[in-house]
C-alpha cells in the first residue's frame, strides 16, 4: 500500500464528482434540508435554546441519503463501464483502491459538514454558545458518516446499477439507525430494548449531542467503518479469483476476513462494560460527578443505597431518559466505589421490591395515556429514585427529576432538570439526617401536640377505619419516645354541638370530605401537630401503614426541631381577601418561591409586627414590602446588627395587572430612609431596556363562527432581560443562571463614601442601551403596523438593578429610643395606678429592648430592585412564552439563600445545572435575518467550492493521465 497511490484515487474521485453538477446539487440539498429542518422542523426560535442540538439529532438521519449518494457511483459505475476488470488487474491492492475511494467520499461529507458551521456560528453571535458539545457533535458525524460511507462502498462493489446502490444503502444505513430509535424498542423493552440501543447508531448519537464523548460510541462506529472496508477489499479480492484458483488461498482470505471482522465486533462488547471512558466536553462539565458531590460521597460511614425504579414500559417522552439516568446512577456508584450500592429494577419483574416500595417508600406508579393511530391505553410507570442511608430515606418522582417544555401546538420537550443536584441534595439530607443520628424528640425543645379531627368509626371509610388503629399505634409510640414532649388527642368535630367542626372551619379553613365525588357520606380526617405558635397539617400517607404513618408525623416534627434545617423568616404580603379576586382585583402571591425554598429549608411566615425576626431565622427574606412601620423596619434593622443576611426585593413601584388594565403605582416600602442610611438609594423611575423579555397579550380573532383567543408575544422594555455581562461573573449566585428576567425594575445608586468599608458586589445590570422613565404608564404599546411603540428617551446606559452589601454596619436606630420600648412607655403610662417606679421601668424595659448599634463583619444585605418579578403571575406572564413557568428568577434566590447559609457545595452542583442556554429577545425580523443569513451563506459555500474546484479538475485529470501513461495503472 502507497499513500501517493490512495492519493491519486481520492484526488481523480473528488475530480469527477466536481466535474458534474450533481455533486453541487447533493451539497445544497443536504445544507437546505438541514437549515429546513434547524428553523422549521424543530423550531429553533420557539425552542429558545443557544445551542445546535437539533442538527446534530437529524444528523444519523441526514447521512444516511447524503452517504447514500455520494457512494453510490464508486464502484456501480466501474463495473457498468467494464473497468472493474481492469482495476482488478492492476498491480495495486485492493486496499489500495478501497481507500482512495472511500477518503473521497469522506472528504466530500467533511465538506458538507463544513458548510454547516455558520450555523453554530452565528448562534453563538447573538448568544453564548457551548462549543464543546458543537466540536464532540462535528467529530461523532465525521465517524457515523464514515461508517455510513462503508456500509454504501460495500453496497456499490456488489452492483453494477447506481440507483440499486442508493437504494440498498440506504436501506442498510436505515437499518442500523431504526433498530436503536423508539419505534422499535417501544415494542419490546427491558433488556432487549437496551441491546438494541446499543446497536442502533442514532442512539449511540444522543450523549454526544449533549457533549458526552464516549470511546464506546466512537469506537462503534469506528468499527462498522473498519468492518465494511475489508468486506470490500475481500469482495474486490474474490472478483480477481479464477473458478479454478487456487482454493486454499482462498480459504486463507476468507479466514482472515472472518477472523478480522469478528475481533472488530467483539471488541464492542469488551469495552460495553467499562463505563468510565467518557469525556464531559460541556462547559463546566455538566455531565460529570462534581468535586462537590465525591465530597459527600466520602463522608458516608456505612453503605449508601441509591435504587432506581424505571419501568420498561412507558411513556415514549421519558423512555430516552432512562438510560441517561441509569448512566448517571452508575457514575455515583463508580464515584463512591464501595461506599455505595447502586440498584436498577423494574419493579413489574420483582414483585417483592414492588411491594416494598409501594408499602415502605410510598413509591407508586403514575399512570400515563399513550395513544397512537390504531388504539390508546393506559401505562402504570415508574420513574423514581431511592436514596437510602441507614434508617434516613429520601425519595425522588419523575416530577422531581424532569422538566416540561411547550415547544409547540401539542409538542412538548422533556428533558431531565438537574438529576446530579436533586440526587446529591438527597445524599445530604439521608447523610446528616434531620435527626443528627438521635431521637426527633432530641432537638424538640418545646411541647409538640398532635391532635386528629376524625369523625366517629360509623362515618369513615372502612379503609380509614383500620387505618385509625394504625395511627393509635403510632402515636402511643412516639408519646413513649417523647418524654413528655409529645401529646396527642383525637377529636370528633361532629360531637356535641358541633363546635369544634365550626372552629376549624374558621380557624384552618377545615370542611368535610368525601372518599369520592359522588359519595354523599361526608367525613371529617384531618391531622395536625402544633405548639401553640404554629400549626403543621400531616396530610394523610398514600400508602396506610404504620412505616408510612410513623414517617409522616415525624417528617411535622422536624419543623418544630432546632439545629436540624435552616430557617428562613419569610415576609410577603397576605393573601387577598375572597372578595377582590371576584372583583377582579388581584395582589401578587408569592407560593412558588415558598414552597421551592420549603424544599431545603423551613420556611416561617412572619409580618415582624412584634418588631423582632423569629429566635429560629438563619435568614430574613422580605419580598414586596409595603409600608413598614418603625416596629418592622426596627426588626429588619436588629436582624441585620446581629450579624444576619437580609433579603430585599424593593422598588418605588409596584405594577398591578387586571382583567381590563395593567397599572403602575408608587410604592412606599417604608425601607427608603432605612437603604439611605447604608448607601443605598432607590431611583423613583422605572428602567426601560431595549433587550428585553416579550409580555403575553391575549388577542381574541373569528374564524368561522368561532372565537380563538391567542397569545401574542409584544416587545416589553419593562421586562429587563439580565444576561451575559449583566450577570455578575464573581458569584457562584449569578454566574450559572443563563437569564433573569427583572419586571419593572428601578434603578439603584450606591454611595461610595458610606460603603467604603463594605464588599459591594453588583449582581444585576441592565443593557447598555436602556433608558430611565418616571411615567406610569406601563401597558404595552404597538402602533398601527404591529411594531413596538417603545424608543430610547433621553440618556441611554447600563444601570444597576441587584446588590450585595457585605460588612459592618451601623444601625439606623442608633442613639434612638427603640420602636419596642417607646410602645411598651406608651402603653404603661396609661396605666394610671403603676406602683411601678419610671427609673424601674425603664431599666428592665431597656434590657428587653436594647438597641444593637453595630453589625459584625458577617452582616449581608442584598437588594434586588423589583417589587414583583418573584410573584407567581409574573412568572406565568413571563413563562408564558416558552409555555412553562418561570423558574430563572426563584432559582436565584434558591442561590442566594445557599451562598448566605454556606451550603456552597450544592450551590457548585445547583450552578452546573442549567443546560439550557436561552437566546436573547429577537423580533420577527431578527428571527428572519438570521435564517436568510445562514441560507445565504450555505449557497456562498457551495459556490466558493465550485470556483476552488473548477481550477483543479482540469489538472486533476491530466496528472492521471500522465499516471496512467505512465503505466502505473
Known amino acids: 500500500m502507497q499513500l501517493d497511490k490512495i492519493r491519486h484515487i481520492e484526488r481523480k474521485e473528488l475530480a469527477l464528482f466536481f466535474s458534474s453538477p450533481v455533486g453541487y446539487l447533493f451539497l445544497a440539498s443536504f445544507l437546505a434540508v438541514t437549515l429546513f429542518v434547524f428553523f422549521w422542523g424543530e423550531a429553533f426560535f420557539v425552542r429558545n435554546i443557544a445551542d445546535v442540538r437539533p442538527m446534530f439529532e437529524w444528523m444519523p438521519v441526514l447521512l444516511v441519503f447524503l452517504s447514500a449518494a455520494l457512494t453510490m457511483r464508486m464502484w456501480s459505475e466501474e463495473r457498468r463501464t467494464g473497468t472493474l476488470e481492469l482495476v482488478t488487474t492492476t498491480p495495486l491492492s485492493g486496499w489500495d483502491f478501497v481507500l482512495g475511494k472511500f477518503l473521497a467520499c469522506w472528504i466530500l461529507l467533511a465538506i458538507a459538514l463544513a458548510l454547516t458551521l455558520p450555523l453554530p456560528i452565528t448562534v453563538s453571535l447573538v448568544a453564548d454558545l457551548d462549543w464543546g458539545p458543537v466540536l464532540a457533535g462535528y467529530l461523532a458525524a465525521l465517524l457515523l458518516g464514515g461508517a455510513y460511507l462503508a456500509i454504501g462502498v460495500f453496497v456499490s462493489a456488489r452492483t453494477d446499477s447506481q440507483i440499486v446502490s442508493l437504494i440498498l444503502t440506504s436501506f442498510a444505513c436505515g437499518v442500523f439507525y431504526l433498530i436503536g430509535s423508539p419505534l422499535l424498542t417501544d415494542l419490546v423493552g427491558g433488556g432487549l430494548a437496551d441491546a438494541f440501543r446499543s446497536l442502533g447508531s442514532g442512539s449511540r448519537f444522543e450523549s454526544i449531542t449533549r457533549g458526552v464523548i464516549d470511546v464506546r460510541d466512537l469506537y462503534y462506529y469506528t468499527s462498522i467503518l473498519a468492518v465494511f472496508l475489508t468486506l470490500n477489499v475481500y469482495a474486490l479480492e474474490a472478483h480477481r479469483w479464477a473458478e479454478d484458483g487456487d482454493t486454499q488461498h482462498h480459504r ?294 404504620e412505616e408510612a404513618t410513623r414517617r409522616g408525623i415525624e417528617e411535622g416534627l422536624k419543623r418544630f426541631a432546632t439545629g436540624l434545617l435552616k430557617t428562613i423568616a419569610f415576609v410577603a404580603p397576605a393573601a387577598p381577601p375572597p372578595y377582590m379576586g371576584q372583583q377582579g382585583m388581584t395582589s401578587n402571591q408569592y407560593m412558588q418561591l415558598r414552597d421551592f425554598l420549603q424544599s431545603d429549608f423551613s420556611v416561617e411566615n412572619t409580618n415582624l409586627s412584634e418588631g423582632v425576626v423569629p429566635e429560629s431565622a438563619d435568614l430574613l427574606m422580605v419580598v414586596d414590602p409595603e409600608a413598614l412601620d418603625e416596629t418592622q423596619l426596627f426588626a429588619v434593622d436588629q436582624f441585620l446588627m446581629k450579624g444576619g443576611t437580609v433579603v430585599l426585593t424593593a422598588a418605588p413601584f409596584s405594577a398591578r395587572l387586571t382583567q381590563q388594565s395593567l397599572l403602575a403605582t408608587n410604592r412606599s416600602t417604608g425601607l427608603e430612609t432605612w437603604l439611605a442610611h447604608h448607601g443605598v438609594v432607590l431611583l423613583d423611575k422605572l428602567v426601560m431596556d431595549p433587550q428585553n423579555a416579550a409580555f403575553p397579550a391575549p388577542v381574541t380573532r373569528q374564524v368561522g363562527g368561532f372565537t380563538f383567543q391567542d397569545l401574542v408575544m409584544l416587545d416589553y422594555p419593562y421586562f429587563i432581560d439580565v444576561r451575559g455581562v449583566g450577570l455578575s461573573e464573581d458569584t457562584v449566585i449569578t454566574s450559572g443562571l443563563p437569564q433573569i428576567t427583572l419586571t419593572w425594575g428601578s434603578p439603584i445608586e450606591i454611595d461610595v463614601e458610606l460603603n467604603a468599608g463594605r464588599n459591594v458586589v453588583e449582581l444585576l445590570r441592565s443593557s447598555s442601551g436602556s433608558w430611565l422613565s418616571q411615567s406610569t404608564d406601563v401597558m404595552p404599546r404597538v402602533d398601527d403596523f404591529g411594531v413596538s411603540g417603545y424608543a430610547p428617551e433621553g440618556e441611554t446606559g447600563s444601570h444597576l438593578l441587584g446588590v450585595l452589601l457585605e460588612g459592618r454596619f451601623d444601625s439606623y436606630f442608633a442613639g434612638k429610643t427603640s420602636p419596642l420600648l417607646a410602645t411598651d412607655e406608651e402603653s404603661e403610662a396609661d396605666e394610671e395606678n403603676s406602683d411601678v417606679s419610671e427609673e424601674v421601668e425603664k431599666s428592665s424595659l431597656g434590657t428587653l429592648s436594647s438597641v444593637i448599634e453595630r453589625s459584625p463583619e458577617s452582616a449581608r444585605l442584598f437588594l434586588f430592585a423589583s417589587n414583583d418579578f418573584l410573584a407567581d403571575q409574573t412568572l406565568r406572564m413571563v413563562g408564558s412564552a416558552d409555555g412553562t413557568l418561570y423558574g430563572n428568577s426563584v432559582q436565584m434566590m434558591a442561590n442566594v439563600v445557599d451562598w448566605s447559609l454556606e451550603d456552597r457545595n450544592l450551590l457548585s452542583i445547583r450552578s452546573r445545572g442549567h443546560f439550557n442556554r436561552t437566546l436573547p429577545p429577537l423580533d420577527s425580523g431578527d428571527q428572519a435575518l438570521i435564517e436568510y443569513l445562514n441560507y445565504g451563506l450555505a449557497l456562498a459555500g457551495v459556490g466558493m467550492v465550485f470556483f476552488l474546484y473548477r481550477r483543479r479538475i482540469r489538472s486533476t485529470r491530466l496528472k492521471h493521465e500522465s499516471w496512467l501513461a505512465g503505466g502505473v495503472v
Open 252 to 545: 486463507g482470505w476468507l479466514i482472515g476476513t472472518g477472523l478480522l471482522v469478528g475481533n472488530l465486533l467483539l471488541a464492542n462488547f469488551w469495552l460495553g462494560q467499562l463505563t468510565s471512558l467518557r469525556v464531559d466536553v460541556t462547559q463546566g462539565r455538566i455531565y460529570s460527578i462534581s468535586e462537590a458531590t465525591r465530597g459527600y460521597l466520602e463522608q458516608l460511614q456505612e453503605p449508601l443505597l441509591i435504587r432506581g425504579y424505571f419501568s420498561n414500559k412507558t411513556h415514549p417522552l421519558l423512555a430516552p431518559l432512562v438510560p441517561r439516568m441509569k448512566d448517571l446512577l452508575t457514575e455515583f456508584g463508580v464515584a463512591g466505589g464501595n461506599r455505595v450500592r447502586v440498584e436498577i429494577i423494574d419493579p413489574a419483574d420483582d414483585p417483592a421490591k414492588e411491594d416494598e416500595a409501594n408499602t415502605k417508600y410510598s413509591i407508586r406508579p403514575v399512570p400515563f395515556q399513550i395513544a397512537d393511530r390504531y388504539q390508546a391505553r393506559l401505562v402504570n410507570s415508574y420513574f423514581d429514585v431511592l436514596v437510602r442511608y441507614g434508617d434516613e430515606y429520601e425519595v425522588l418522582g419523575f416530577r422531581d427529576l424532569i422538566e416540561v417544555k411547550v415547544v409547540g401546538e401539542g409538542d412538548l420537550d422533556v428533558q431531565l432538570r438537574n438529576p446530579e443536584y436533586d440526587l446529591t441534595r438527597s445524599i445530604k439530607k439521608a447523610l446528616y439526617g434531620f435527626q443528627g443520628g438521635n431521637s426527633i424528640f432530641a432537638n424538640v425543645h418545646k411541647p409538640v401536640s398532635f391532635v386528629g379531627y376524625v369523625s366517629a368509626d360509623e362515618k369513615l371509610p372502612e379503609a380509614l377505619v383500620d387505618f385509625r388503629s394504625v395511627l393509635n399505634g403510632v402515636l402511643e409510640e412516639l408519646g413513649s419516645d417523647g418524654a413528655g414532649k409529645f401529646s396527642a388527642q383525637l377529636l370528633d368535630p361532629e360531637a356535641g354541638d358541633g363546635s369544634i367542626a365550626l372552629e376549624i372551619a374558621e380557624k384552618y379553613g377545615f370542611q368535610p370530605m368525601a372518599a369520592s365525588l359522588f359519595d354523599s357520606n361526608r367525613f371529617y380526617f384531618y391531622l395536625t401537630l402544633g405548639d401553640g405558635n404554629s400549626l403543621v397539617q400531616i396530610p394523610i400517607p398514600e400508602a396506610l401503614s
